[in-house]
Structure formats: C-alpha cells, structure tokens
C-alpha cells in the first residue's frame, strides 16, 4: 500500500485532476502511441477519436486519486475494466508502457505544478493501482475457457432487424499449428456460458492499416449449435463503424473469425434467479437487447415463475430485433408485461414509464452510452438502490458520468 505522505500527495492533486484530468490522458494517449504503434491493435480507435476512451481513463484516474487508501472501493469498476483487460490480452509488460507515458503526460500537461515529489508519489501510487489489475487480470487469465485468440468457424449468419446480424460459430477443425493464434481443444459441450457476457473478435480489416478488437455480447448461453453472439452495423451520425461494417459486409458461413474467450461481469443475481417476490425488469434499447436476450433465456430456464418485466426501444418495426424469439421466450414466462418503444412513433422509454416500475425491482439495461445515462440517473432518481440496477454500456463504462 501507498505510504501516509503518497496518499496526501497524490489527494491533493485531486482539483488539478478535475480541470486537467482530460487534457492530460489526451497527451497520454497520442505520446504513447506515438512510441508504441503496435498498441493501436488493442485499442478501439472510434472510442478514441470521439473522447471515450480519454474521458474513461480521466474518471478512473482521478477516482483513483480519490480512494487510494482504500482501493477496495473501487473493485467493481476495477473488475469490469480488468474483464475488458483480459479479453484484450493485455498483460503486465503492457503496464509499465502505461506507467511512463501516463507520468510523462502529467508533467507535460502540468509543467512546474508537477513537481519531484507529485511525479514520485503518483509513480508510487500508479505502481499500486497496476499491481491490483495484474493481480487480477492473472487470476482471470488462469479462469478463461481457452487461452489468446483462437480460431472459429462461421456456421450461421442472419440477419434480425434491420442492422443487425446473429453469428454462431464453432471452434475450427481446419485451423493449423502454424498459425499464431493456433486450433485449441474447446468443447463447446464443455463450455459454461454466463448470460451477459460478450466475446472479443480479432480482425484485420481491409480499411484500416491496424488489427481491430471488439467486444461483442451473447445472444445465448446454450452452445448445442455453436456460440451465438450479435453485431450492430454502425453507421449512424457520420460514423461508419470499421469492424461492424466488416463483419456484415465481409465475414459469411464458412469463414473464420478470431475470438477471446467469454468475458464481462453484467451477470443477473444469482440469489435472486429462483426467488418470485421481486420481479427481473430487463430494459434495452437498440442491439443492447443482446445480453439482455440472453438473461431473459436464463431465467426462464431456471425459474419461469418469477415476474419478468420486459421493455425494449428502437427506431421502427423494421429495426425490431430478436422479436420472434424475444416472444417465444416471453410465452414461457408466467407473469410478464412487454413494453415496446418505437421512436418514429413517438412511444419513448423515459423516466415517465420508468417511474411505473415497482421498487424493490431487479434491474438490467443495455444499451448506447446516452440511454444508459438517461436510464441509470432516472432510476436513481426513482429511489432504486444502486445495487438494484445493472448496466453494460456499449463502451468504456467509466465514461458514464453515473459510473
């Protein structure tokens, strides 16, 4: 643990952080990839040219300022990031590239206000951060159901909605040991899947001169046909998504994809799956019906008598995704009431609605990084406990400002 001295220090750089703190993981970022263009393969480059990833690193950074001595406080931001970590492959050599880059940009940022003794104390400090990640990350690594990237087969590819596409793939009985991320011996009869959590699809798309990651969630927890997870084509304000658009454009039964091994912690309470008292509200918006969809599949298997409240936004009919079978698993549910929110319609999932949710209630949602803002604040406000609702945004989550 850091000692007395570095933890008044590194708190008292706490104001400095809150004006600066953004500014400074900008530079972070552009000095270090200026030094290390290999790390542009990990990170997700729309996150950093829209401010995401700066603006998460400067929350964590700074709640790390906040709570060094008790880091405890932070373990579930700090387990969700290391989840992300994991399934990235980041390992501990990655660390000390951080370490200097992330001290060089406070200097830069700063200039003489950063002084020997602030750059020594959060050397300190950010030693003790890393070590926790690493520590945890490990343990995660040793937990996962194959290790790195390896080789899957494309059996199934269709289309739900307008913009969305359901892959299920099988482990690749073709993939040779001359390849880097070589053929594993994965079962999938053997693989224990956890609604909620999402895959990681290595690519090497043809628009970009960098390999390209990113996290996509199941759509199922059942592997008997192969491993189901959804892909959103992104090409809304202006943006055209590089790997969505590469999946759905270039990637067809038969072809390969490279996939980490299921990670993520937006996992339902497991005390409460067989309880029919309060009720599983899952709320979604867009392609975060995905995790959602795989929860609702969950507890309907497990339990179909508890009270199961189902709303779900998007722009039309024709962008309506997963409905045939959303309705199919609904029809196995006892109690259930389904709310359905066209925006071109004007039906909206606000706080309006939100308030007709029965409290105590078992919340989860998904969805953009402005629902879920929209949505955590209004339940918040609505007097639901903090350890009642449940989120997964699609993004950095220490960029919600409820985070």
């Known amino acids: 643990m850091a000692?007395?001295?570095?933890?008044?220090?590194?708190?008292?750089?706490?104001?400095?952080?809150e004006e600066h703190g953004t500014t400074i993981t900008k530079v972070f970022y552009q000095n270090m990839f200026a030094e290390h263009p290999e790390l542009l393969d990990i990170f997700n480059e729309t996150n950093q040219k829209i401010g995401r990833q700066q603006n998460a690193l400067a929350s964590t950074v700074l709640a790390a300022a906040k709570h060094l001595d008790q880091l405890e406080v932070l373990l579930p931001q700090?387990?969700?990031?290391?989840?992300?970590?994991?399934?990235?492959?980041?390992?501990?050599?990655?660390?000390?590239?951080?370490?200097?880059?992330?001290?060089?940009?406070?200097?830069?940022?700063?200039?003489?206000?950063?002084?020997?003794?602030?750059?020594?104390?959060?050397?300190?400090?950010?030693?003790d951060i890393a070590e926790v990640f690493i520590q945890l990350e490990q343990a995660m690594y040793e937990q996962a159901m194959w290790d790195g990237f390896a080789s899957f087969k494309v059996v199934d590819k269709t289309l739900t909605g307008t913009d969305i596409a359901a892959f299920t793939v099988v482990p690749n009985p073709d993939a040779t040991s001359q390849n880097s991320d070589e053929a594993q011996n994965i079962d999938l009869d053997k693989l224990t899947l956890t609604a909620g959590q999402y895959i990681t699809v290595k690519t090497d798309p043809e628009d970009?001169?960098?390999?390209?990651?990113?996290?996509?969630?199941?759509?199922?927890?059942?592997t008997d046909k192969g491993i189901q997870f959804a892909v959103r084509r992104d090409n809304r304000?202006?943006?055209?998504?590089?790997?969505?658009?590469?999946?759905?454009?270039?990637?067809?039964?038969?072809?390969?994809?490279?996939?980490?091994?299921?990670?993520?912690d937006f996992a339902l309470d497991s005390s409460l799956i067989m309880q029919n008292e309060i009720p599983l509200a899952l709320i979604s918006a867009g392609v975060g019906i995905t995790p959602v969809l795989a929860m609702l599949e969950a507890q309907v298997s497990a339990n179909p008598k508890r009270p199961i409240i189902w709303a779900y936004a998007c722009q039309n009919a024709e962008h309506h995704a997963f409905k045939a079978r959303v309705e199919a698993l609904l029809e196995q549910a006892e109690q259930v009431e389904k709310h359905i929110f066209y925006?071109?319609?004007?039906?909206?999932?606000?706080?309006?609605?939100?308030?007709?949710?029965?409290?105590?209630?078992?919340?989860?949602?998904?969805?953009?990084?402005?629902?879920?803002?929209?949505?955590?604040?209004?339940?918040?406000?609505?007097?639901?406990?903090?350890?009642?609702v449940h989120y997964e945004p699609f993004g950095p989550k220490m960029s919600l400002k409820t985070a």
């Open 237 to 264: 304000d202006e943006h055209r998504g590089l790997v969505s658009n590469h999946l759905h454009d270039n990637v067809e039964v038969g072809d390969t994809l490279l996939l980490s091994a299921p990670a993520g």
């Open 343 to 388: 925006s071109e319609e004007g039906q909206l999932l606000n706080e309006e609605w939100l308030a007709t949710l029965p409290v105590p209630a078992d919340v989860y949602t998904c969805g953009s990084m402005a629902f879920m803002d929209s949505i955590i604040d209004g339940l918040i406000a609505l007097k639901h406990s903090a350890d009642s």
């Open 3 to 17: 000692s007395p001295k570095t933890i008044e220090i590194v708190k008292s750089t706490v104001p400095v952080l």
């Open 78 to 127: 700090v387990t969700q990031i290391s989840h992300k970590h994991r399934a990235l492959q980041i390992k501990p050599e990655h660390y000390p590239i951080v370490g200097k880059h992330l001290l060089g940009a406070i200097k830069e940022v700063l200039g003489d206000a950063a002084n020997d003794d602030i750059i020594n104390a959060w050397a300190e400090a950010y030693g």
């Open 208 to 222: 970009s001169d960098h390999l390209a990651l990113r996290h996509y969630s199941l759509c199922s927890t059942h």
